[in-house]
């Protein structure tokens, strides 16, 4: 099988991926016990109110008539022309406004967030994962695979508030929480993440004060997640590190920093790059918690919020936008696996 | 070689701390800087004024004194104009956990926050005393002064003259005859219903406008509280020009495009944005048109709001230095251990939210009147207040809140952990220490209201001391939790009440509320007349009556005498009532809570 057909092959298949996921979603949240129709009042709500209010929500009519509808909605290419997003209903909770234009005004924050993480997670994951591995069973070893299993294990709301009592409490160096300094308006909208639409812009103040407000979250959940970097990178190095072209390197007199870098890790990689995608999902997960923690703006507070209020059609597109996220990063990597290691195309 | 990783591990980890730090001092030089410029920028500005005020007086001096008068008015205007370039502007940031729920149109917003920003930037006819400790001390706003007939179903108010909307529109009698039939008329439109909650359809019949400075309200009944009602949010004058008739403008998708901007309060909103339908970022600007700016308010040029996700964060970004003052909600336990803080203040305030516990009336236990007064002679309400909320809830013994007119401790002859009570008249209704009586006891698990699941364990804890009861413990989300009262499956359940406006009459009705759906107001119940019903009607009666006169003496009795008969039937069973408070950095004064719970923003300052 050629790049090209593999390529194709994996697209397809992230369609029914994402039937899949809707549809459980679409189901689980009806069967929650909860009346998205009672939230709306609290006292004096006749039959007819109520009745009223179903309709509005669509919920009046059959589960099957619900769900072709909501499908259509997504596939409706005029509405996405139109919005830039699929159409993915009206909030069951705050009726006048469009979920799709909800979740892609909080997706950029999040994306944010896990761009920083990640980066942070690669780089202390990778780095201190090859130091661990070249220094096998000794105590820089083992301090820093006690490092990799504690920083696996401890919660991201406690590191988060360890950080923020430290860096925003007591030395007063960075803000405790949210996306940016009130006192700074934010940059306007080109991508929706502060950092690059402040540089894009040229306010070098608000690219500071956008970049100290995201180093406590991202640092937070980047240092959660360089846990398992640390050990599956330090596994795949003591792996190849122990290969003949690695001895054979070193016997041709290459530096030691080379065969390392450039021979073994290269080789040790190709796990690790896999692993990479698949923790985007984790990532994801983990930054509902920090977004909480850090009362980051973002799509991990609106689901949990949404929950609160049975609000159907905001959880569906939530999913939905995580599950395509994490489908789309999952195609990525695997692209990224079949170019770099031919054999998987065969 | 390994070492050669390891000092980049340091390396790298040096990197991230220096470069944090440089960040900082980089960040706060720009802070510094750009502050250093405005200075330099205002300086300069009064320098000029002032070499142009030196021009003027030296033009005077050669001139003579014949124009005197007109350049002594000059000299005075640029001196206030100096002294306004040379006050500082001041910016008051305020850290909460609240957020606009769905509007800030009064016609359709009914959440606290919504509510809040509504205070600061609408103006209602009347308003609530600061620090008024009944709630029932009403100041002139938008009217100066106003009266009512003998059967307080005709209220003229006359209006202030001279008073301009945030644009610049002049307010008169039309805008208050168009607020009140624009709320009315979109009852039908808004599925919820509000401000329906509050019953504008049902108590006012007609506005009319009897001069350009003088409006009167016809209404359907006789009503003493209307002057609360008019003091509440959902009572804020609209400017016609961005609020239609009959229209909540939920056309552009965005809660933002319903708010009718240019109000007639202390501020103007600014900026107001969301991300996902929740608030980023609200920024209140001095009104420069406001009524009251010759008394020096608002007493901020800005207000700015941040969001919080939680207690805990709030807390931190108070301890931090990030906001200047923390507003909703900071728990019990924080606002105690930030009482030793010496970097922050806590101001106290009385609280008007309350906690009740309901019967369901329609089946076995609760259907015997003399189970419901068992279960609740056997509470610990001290327990509870001491224990859970750490003394900042103080247990309470009428549905009325203690401050407000019509307050009685009537549950008290009930007692509280009264076991002998309990026993002779479970006793009497058939139980002992080997046939207790068992049952369902509810709470809201997703918080949405303060610490229930350690309420009710306290609570299951003191009924089950009793020997004859034995106590379930279920819990529900907000969400499932409405269902189960709307379908009547929770044998007792808490529920909390938080007042539209501060009148006993918005917390009497609490003991037969239908839409608690105990049961208790209904003739029949399973086809078998209520024993209940007689008792109902009388409190009803009891009520309306104390609606339709102004003798506070008269209204105290009626409420008492509607508290006797609550501990009779316990249909409802007042808990507890909270305390208020906020959190800010010194020096802030001005803050006043009160049983309001309104915080007014435009009296405070630095």
Do not use: C
């Given at each position: 099988m050629g790049l090209r057909s593999y390529i194709i092959t994996r697209i397809l298949l992230t369609i029914p991926t994402l039937l899949l996921l809707l549809s459980m979603v679409f189901l689980v949240m009806r069967v929650l016990p909860g009346d998205p129709v009672a939230l709306h009042f609290e006292k004096r709500a006749t039959p007819e109110q109520m009745e009223s209010m179903r309709r509005a929500l669509g919920l009046d009519k059959p589960l099957w008539a619900q769900y072709l509808e909501y499908l259509g909605g997504l596939v409706d290419i005029g509405y996405i022309l139109d919005h830039g997003y699929p159409n993915l209903g009206r909030s069951m909770y705050q009726t006048s406004e469009e979920v799709g234009g909800q979740i892609f005004s909080a997706f950029p924050a999040t994306l944010e967030l896990a761009i920083y993480s990640m980066i942070i997670a690669s780089v202390i994951g990778v780095l201190l994962g090859v130091a661990s591995s070249k220094s096998y069973n000794s105590i820089s070893d083992h301090l820093i695979r006690g490092f990799g299993t504690v920083t696996y294990a401890v919660p991201i709301f406690f590191l988060g508030i360890v950080f923020q009592l430290i860096?925003?409490?007591?030395?007063?160096?960075?803000?405790?929480?949210?996306?940016?300094?009130?006192?700074v308006d934010p940059p306007a909208t080109i991508t929706g993440l502060y950092t690059i639409d402040s540089l894009l812009q040229g306010n070098l103040l608000g690219f500071f004060e956008s970049l100290k407000a995201l180093l406590l979250p991202s640092l937070t959940l980047g240092i959660i997640l360089s846990g398992m970097f640390i050990r599956m990178t330090r596994t795949n190095m003591l792996e190849t590190l122990r290969l003949d072209f690695v001895t054979a390197a070193k016997a041709r007199g290459l530096k030691e920093s080379t065969v390392t870098y450039g021979y073994a890790l290269r080789n040790a990689f190709l796990p690790i790059l896999t692993m990479m995608g698949l923790q985007f999902a984790i990532l994801l997960g983990g930054a509902i918690l920090t977004e909480k923690t850090f009362s980051w703006p973002g799509l991990g507070t609106y689901i949990v919020d949404r929950i609160d209020f049975r609000d159907y059609t905001a959880i569906q597109g939530a999913v939905v936008m995580f599950g395509l996220f994490v489908t789309l990063v999952s195609l990525v990597v695997d692209i990224l696996y079949a170019y770099l290691d031919p054999r998987i195309r065969l | 070689m390994e070492k050669i990783e390891l000092s980049i591990v340091v390396l790298v980890l040096i990197g991230i701390i220096v470069s944090s730090g440089t960040m900082y001092y980089m960040t706060t030089a720009i802070d510094n800087l750009s502050t250093l410029t405005d200075d330099v920028s205002t300086l300069t500005e009064s320098v000029t004024n002032l070499t142009s005020t030196v021009s003027d007086l030296a033009l005077i001096m050669a001139e003579g004194f014949e124009e005197y008068a007109e350049a002594l008015a000059a000299l005075t205007a640029r001196l206030a104009a100096i002294e306004a370039g040379l006050a500082a502007k001041e910016t008051l940031i305020v850290g909460t956990?609240?957020?606009?729920?769905?509007?800030?149109d009064p016609a359709q917003a009914y959440d606290y926050f919504g509510w809040c920003i509504l205070q600061q930037i609408g103006g209602t006819l009347v308003s609530v005393e600061p620090g008024s400790p009944t709630g029932a001390d009403f100041l002139p706003d938008l009217a100066v002064n106003w009266s009512s007939n003998e059967d307080l179903d005709i209220w003229d108010f006359n209006l202030r003259e001279g008073v301009k909307f945030s644009d610049g529109t002049e307010f008169n009698a039309t805008h208050v005859k168009y607020s009140f039939d624009r709320a009315i008329a979109l009852i039908p439109s808004i599925p919820e219903g509000a401000p329906a909650g509050l019953g504008y359809d049902a108590i006012i019949d007609s506005t009319e406008v009897l001069d350009t400075y003088k409006v009167r309200f016809h209404l359907k009944m006789s009503f003493s509280p209307f002057l609360g009602i008019l003091a509440s949010r959902s009572s804020t004058i609209v400017n016609p020009q961005y609020a239609p008739?009959?229209?909540?403008?939920?056309t552009a998708g965005d809660a933002r495009a319903s708010t009718p901007v240019a109000f007639a309060g202390p501020y103007v909103l600014s900026k107001w944005n969301r991300v996902a339908g929740r608030d980023v970022e609200v920024k209140l600007d001095a009104n420069p048109n406001y009524w009251d700016l010759a008394s020096g308010y608002p007493k901020m040029d800005y207000i700015i709001f941040r969001f919080y996700s939680d207690a805990t964060t709030l807390r931190l970004a108070i301890e931090a230095g990030d906001v200047d003052m923390a507003y909703r909600h900071t728990s019990p336990t924080d606002v105690l251990d930030l009482e030793d803080n010496p970097n922050v203040k806590v101001w106290w305030g009385t609280g008007a939210q309350i906690q009740y516990l309901c019967f369901q009336q329609k089946r076995a236990p609760f259907n015997d009147t003399r189970v419901r007064v068992a279960v609740t002679a056997a509470l610990n309400r001290t327990a509870v207040c001491e224990t859970v909320f750490l003394g900042l809830s103080d247990p309470l013994y009428s549905i009325i809140p203690p401050g407000?007119?019509?307050?009685?401790?009537?549950?008290q002859k009930l007692g509280d952990a009264n076991y002998t009570l309990t026993t002779s008249l479970l006793a009497a209704a058939g139980y002992d220490s080997t046939n207790k009586l068992e049952f369902d006891l509810w709470y809201e698990s997703s918080g949405h209201y303060p610490m229930s699941a350690e309420q009710a364990l306290l609570y299951k804890e003191a009924l089950e001391a009793s020997g004859v009861i034995t106590v379930t413990l279920k819990y529900a989300d907000w969400a499932g939790y409405k269902q189960n009262r709307d379908n009547e499956i929770m044998d007792a359940y808490i529920y909390g009440w938080y007042p539209d406006y501060v009148d006993p009459d918005n917390y009497a009705f609490l003991y037969w509320a239908s839409w608690i759906h105990t049961n208790y107001y209904n003739e029949t119940i399973n086809g078998l007349p209520n024993p209940s019903y007689p008792a109902y009607l009388e409190q009803v009666a009891l009520y309306d009556e104390a609606r339709a006169t102004t003798n506070t003496t008269l209204r105290e009795e009626l409420y008492a005498q509607i508290d006797a008969i609550a501990v009779e039937q316990c249909s409802a069973v007042p808990l507890w009532v909270g305390s208020g408070w906020a959190v800010t950095t010194p020096p802030i004064y001005g803050i006043y809570i009160d049983i309001t719970q309104d915080m007014r923003y435009w009296l405070i300052y630095k």
């Open positions: 860096f925003g409490v007591y030395l007063r160096w960075l803000p405790t929480s949210l996306r940016i300094n009130p006192a | 956990t609240d957020s606009v729920e769905k509007t800030l008739i009959a229209q909540i403008n939920h407000m007119l019509g307050h009685t401790e009537a549950f």
